[in-house]
């Protein structure tokens, strides 16, 4: 089985990795990870394929990444299918494969793992070994004709599956939470994993953290960060009001280890404006080492957060902010620009909000550009151009590093993947 992870995305194969090595039925599979393509040369194929018989390619991918997967990955099939494309199986995963199984398959793979895939995925590879037929595994989808033909995944609970792998030694920030009820039109979180909030167990983070400790003890601190689609929601039964309690008890459960620093509402795992008010600032204030906290704003016009979907006004970012300063902590606020149908008026508000906020020394703006990604209700749209008079003002009053973000790469991504066709 050849992995080939990204810089950008090893997130991802960590928890397959633990399910995997977890797993009894594959004591001796033989794994190897491939992080630069430039070694998947064509005698590096046929070498797998003489010693093995039998290969696997997985990819997990995000949509800005689809235009260099899709030239490797006619560079590989050029390979194969001289050496007899029976013996090789393309999986794809991760959020563009979920998305757009169809437009994945296209490309080239043989089955999509859609969604959570720390079940499916060793479903799956223990068909392929054992030779049996691998359409038959939940949560997968294939072509069968034109057709797309999907398998219903069975539910998991976050606490079934590790997410790290020890053997292959990636220890990821903790994911606490999966999915969203909030359904923001540009994001694929909601369309991916559903709108229903899930939550890891204490118990189960604790195991995490001890791991966590074991791996790093000989460093200073093992800082322990957290991945969640809004952090501030922990533990909550709807996913939209924030449930202090259990925060407290999450947090309070990693600091009583003597070793560890807590990073909470950070990246990656911001915290949405409406879910930050007195009680959790206190509690983090009190629990954690970071000093500023993650903020998604989104836009300073109320009227494109309603066509986001967003779900809070311009009102609840003030005054997230102005709790977190009263209480002691910076502000990252992030920003998202190039919404479709934002107009220069909508832009020049969102700039005016930024300013505003900036007159506070304790924040910061961070800067997105809209990329539409796979999956979502945006994802045939086109960014709405940016005027030129506010970019200018922006660059203006962020510097010294007020306004930070990687917004021209995001701006070459989303010209990329709006003109790119399979």
């Not at 990819?59 to 001289?82: A, D, R």
């Not at 533990?235 to 009583?256: N, V, W, Y």
């Not at 500023?292 to 494109?304: F, L, Y």
């Not at 700039?351 to 007159?359: A, G, H, R």
Request: hydrophobic share 35%; charged share 25%; glycine share 8%.
């Amino acid at each position: 089985m050849v992995l080939r992870i990204f810089k950008q995305n090893w997130y991802s194969f960590a928890p397959l990795l633990g399910a995997l090595e977890r797993d009894k039925r594959f004591g001796t599979t033989p794994i190897s990870i491939i992080r630069d393509a430039r070694v998947l040369t064509e005698d590096s194929i046929r070498r797998m394929f003489e010693e093995y018989g039998r290969v696997v390619f997985a990819y997990s991918f995000f949509t800005t990444q689809t235009p260099i997967i899709l030239v490797e990955l006619k560079k590989i099939l050029g390979c194969i299918n001289q050496l007899g494309r029976e013996n090789f199986i393309l999986v794809a995963g991760g959020p563009h494969a979920t998305g757009d199984v169809r437009g994945t398959l296209k490309m080239g793979f043989d089955v999509v793992v859609v969604g959570p895939g720390e079940a499916s995925f060793p479903d799956l590879i223990y068909n392929v070994q054992v030779n049996k037929p691998i359409y038959n595994t939940p949560g997968i989808a294939y072509l069968l004709g034109n057709e797309v033909v999907s398998n219903k995944p069975r539910e998991l609970s976050l606490d079934e599956f590790y997410g790290f792998s020890e053997k292959f030694d990636m220890f990821p920030p903790i994911e606490i939470s999966r999915g969203c009820p909030h359904g923001c039109r540009y994001c694929e979180v909601s369309y991916i994993f559903g709108g229903k909030m899930l939550h890891r167990s204490l118990e189960a983070v604790k195991k995490h953290v001890e791991a966590y400790e074991k791996r790093f003890r000989n460093r200073r601190s093992v800082d322990i960060r957290f991945i969640s689609p809004n952090s501030l929601c922990y533990g909550s039964q709807d996913g939209k009001k924030a449930d202090p309690k259990a925060i407290e008890g999450l947090l309070r459960i990693i600091k009583s280890y003597d070793n560890t620093r807590v990073f909470f509402c950070t990246f990656p795992s911001e915290g949405r404006p409406e879910n930050f008010d007195e009680e959790v600032a206190g509690i983090i204030s009190e629990y954690c080492s970071n000093k500023t906290i993650a903020i998604g704003a989104q836009s300073g016009s109320n009227r494109i957060l309603k066509l986001m979907n967003r779900g809070h006004s311009v009102e609840d970012v003030y005054a997230a902010v102005d709790c977190a300063v009263k209480n002691g902590l910076g502000a990252s606020v992030d920003f998202l620009l190039g919404f479709p149908s934002e107009t220069r008026e909508d832009q020049y508000t969102t700039y005016e909000v930024i300013k505003n906020l900036l007159k506070k020394r304790e924040v910061k703006a961070r800067l997105h550009y809209f990329i539409p990604l796979a999956g979502t209700p945006l994802a045939k749209s086109k960014p709405a151009p940016l005027d030129k008079d506010v970019l200018r003002d922006l660059y203006e009053i962020g510097r010294g590093g007020r306004i930070w973000g990687f917004f021209d790469s995001q701006m070459k991504a989303s010209k990329r993947i709006s003109d790119f066709q399979i």
